[in-house]
Every structure is written in C-alpha cells, then in structure tokens.
T-cell receptor, first 114, second 112 residues
Framework: AQSVTQLDSQVPVFEEAPVELRCNYS??????LFWYVQYPNQGLQLLLK??????LVKGINGFEAEFKKSETSFHLTKPSAHMSDAAEYFC????????????FGTGTSLTVIP | DAGVTQSPTHLIKTRGQQVTLRCSPK?????VSWYQQALGQGPQFIFQ???????QRGNFPDRFSGHQFPNYSSELNVNALLLGDSALYLC???????????FGPGTRLLVL
C-alpha cells in the first residue's frame, strides 16, 4: 500500500514567521512526491515536486521541501509567511509503475495571523 | 496557453438523477484523471483515461463512468446519484509519460 499522512489538520502561524507543514509517506519503492495548494473555491495548484533528483526541492511562492528517506518525510517549509499563503495544502504521492495515480493526504489548513 | 478547464462550475441535482461533468485538458496533454474531493478531505482518485480507454480505476462503484474523446477531452458520468456524491470533482491532465498532474478548478456537485 502507498499513502501519505499529513500530521496536522490546521497550522496557525504569525505573519513573517516560518512555516512548516508536515508530510510522511509510506512506500515500498522510491516515490514521486508533490505538494499542492488549494485556495478557497479553487482547484489544486502545484507548488513543488520531488522526482528522485535533488532531495531539496524549491517551488513557487518561496516554498521548499526536503525529501528525507530515513524519516520517510517530505515536509513543506517557508522562511516567512505572508497573508496570501493562507490556504489548504495537500501532500500527494504518485504510485510508481502503474500509471499516474496520485494518493493525497487529508490536507493542512494554514492560517496566517497578522 | 489554456490550462485545464471544467464545466459546469456548479451543479445541483436530486437523488437518483444522473450527471455529466466535462473536462478539457491542458494543451498537449493526452491523459485525464478524475478525482472526488469531499468537504474537508483530500482528493480521491476515481479513474484515468488515456487513448480513449480507462487505464486505471480507484475504489468507486460502477455508477461512476467516463469517456475520453479523440481530442483528449473527457466526461465523468455519475448515475443514480446519492447524497454522498456531493463533492468537488476535479479533473487533472498530464502526459502519459509525465510525472505531474495539473488540475482544473473543479465542478462542485450538490445532491439534494
């Protein structure tokens, strides 16, 4: 089986404070991992992806994530939160060798406090 | 370059009815996947179409069916609607050889 676990359903941060959204995966083979952001009443926008190249991946809007095989983690970070970062964030894993099926976590709601 | 588009944006149906949702993939993409996102949940994979055939299917009943056309656009059909089918339905497109899926804005279905 292959899945992702997002450990926090809600994360509040103050504006300009650092952000960390946690994601752990379970996979018997090296996976492809993704972070997507969803703003209210919108679809999913790709933030960044890990596809077995560099373990530290930089994405849009100043976000980055580090693939840690030993910890089976792919946490999303940003040095300084902006009000516009308030949204729902989803971690996803692609099931390898069987097409392009994605498994999503349950999401983390990021609240930015002014 | 248009991204993934979906229609309609919102839909209200009653139990037992049938619904058809539509998706046009990103230009150059040949694969379309459909997801159901219930309120407060992550998207759940329904199925994927490539070369006009269903390539993979998630854990959804046969009431959920689809189609892909020669221009790569796709439809999702749901028969005998249940209250529990109320959700945001997302379409994602990709290349069959690619690793990334790009999502449309979704269709919000409400079943009364």
């Amino acid at each position: 089986a292959q899945s992702v676990t997002q450990l926090d359903s809600q994360v509040p941060v103050f504006e300009e404070a650092p952000v960390e959204l946690r994601c752990n995966y379970s996979s018997s083979v090296p996976p492809y991992l993704f972070w997507y952001v969803q703003y209210p009443n919108q679809g999913l926008q790709l933030l960044l992806k890990y596809t077995s190249a560099a373990t530290l991946v930089k994405g849009i809007n100043g976000f980055e994530a580090e693939f840690k095989k030993s910890e089976t983690s792919f946490h999303l970070t940003k040095p300084s939160a902006h009000m516009s970062d308030a949204a729902e964030y989803f971690c996803a894993v692609r099931k390898p060798n069987t097409g392009n099926q994605f498994y999503f976590g349950t999401g983390t709601s990021l609240t930015v406090i002014p | 370059d248009a991204g993934v588009t979906q229609s309609p944006t919102h839909l209200i149906k009653t139990r037992g009815q049938q619904v058809t949702l539509r998706c046009s993939p990103k230009s150059g993409h040949d694969t379309v996947s459909w997801y159901q996102q219930a309120l407060g949940q992550g998207p759940q994979f329904i199925f994927q179409y490539y070369e006009e055939e269903e390539r993979q299917r998630g854990n959804f009943p046969d009431r959920f069916s689809g189609h892909q056309f020669p221009n790569y656009s796709s439809e999702l059909n749901v028969n005998a609607l249940l209250l529990g089918d109320s959700a945001l339905y997302l379409c994602a497109s990709s290349l069959v050889t690619g690793e990334t899926q790009y999502f449309g804005p979704g269709t919000r279905l409400l079943v009364l």
